[in-house]
């Protein structure tokens, strides 16, 4: 009985606390709002089969519970309550996979104005790169990077000349424009993810990864790295400052390029 009573306190505490608790997602500020539906629709379901599973461990503690005179039946199978269960499970599964992978093909397409903006993860720090006047990215190459060019931008390749070169942690984006970025990492994981935008990918080593967001309310967001990357992993962090279209414009001029930080001829 003492189980019982333990289970059913168990189920209403833990629902009770998630309904009162002071900790859920911070406040949004971008347009991936189905992102937390499709997180709402995991907890849904994953609730309803806790609260489910244990109110059923206890009626069946209760009733199946050892008494005088009664025998347990044996039952070796029985494909009916099988099929049933089969059944509901895939419902389940499917209910939790499908918004989320429907998101995630919206996120890793972006729209056609979205601005390329490259993200350059390393232990432990990160550093950011614009296209230039052109509106395109150079290449890169790992037999290029140096001290002086952390990025391996290609010096011979004319359409990175121009590119904007943001060798700090702080990012700065306009409000209500669609920003691409593209993801590198120079040494081992590391994931960039910023609360409030909700979005967020690794970082793999030799690969570039990608998702897209609009900010929609400016203000400073911090970034983290969500990946545990090395002995200070927890001191990766950075910046993200949504601005009006004018105040980001006057910061990015600000932001050297690729030749002027001396990649011209190297």
């Not at 709002?33 to 461990?57: H, K, S």
């Not at 990175?160 to 590198?184: A, K, M």
Request: with cysteine; glycine share 8%; charged share 20%.
């Amino acid at each position: 009985m003492a189980m019982v009573i333990a289970l059913v306190v168990i189920v209403v505490a833990s629902v009770v606390f998630h309904f009162a608790s002071p900790w859920w997602f911070t406040p949004l500020a971008s347009n991936w709002e189905q992102l937390d539906d499709t997180i709402l629709i995991t907890l849904v379901i994953t609730g309803a089969v806790f609260v489910a599973v244990n109110l059923f461990v206890a009626v069946a503690i209760l009733r199946f519970r050892h008494r005088e005179g009664h025998r347990a039946a044996f039952e070796p199978e029985n494909r009916r309550l099988e099929g049933r269960l089969t059944l509901l499970t895939t419902v389940g599964i499917v209910a939790m996979l499908a918004p989320g992978l429907y998101v995630y093909s919206e996120m890793i397409g972006p729209p056609a104005d979205a601005t390329g903006v490259e993200v350059l993860g390393q232990q432990w720090q990160w550093r950011f790169r614009f296209p230039g006047a052109d509106g395109r990215l150079g290449r890169t190459d790992t037999r290029f990077v140096a001290l002086d060019n952390p990025f391996g931008v290609n010096p011979d390749d004319p359409a990175g000349r121009d590119d904007v070169l943001v060798d700090s942690p702080e990012l700065h984006l306009p409000l209500g424009r669609p920003v691409l970025l593209l993801l590198r990492s120079r040494d081992v994981l590391h994931d960039f993810f910023v609360p409030q935008f909700r979005a967020k990918m690794d970082l793999v080593p030799g690969l570039v990864s990608r998702f897209w967001f609009t900010p929609t309310r400016a203000g400073r967001f911090e970034v983290l790295c969500a990946e545990l990357c090395g002995l200070a992993h927890y001191n990766m962090r950075g910046l993200v400052v949504v601005e009006d279209e004018a105040a980001f414009r006057t910061w990015l001029a600000a932001q050297p390029t690729f030749v002027a930080a001396g990649g011209e001829g190297r």
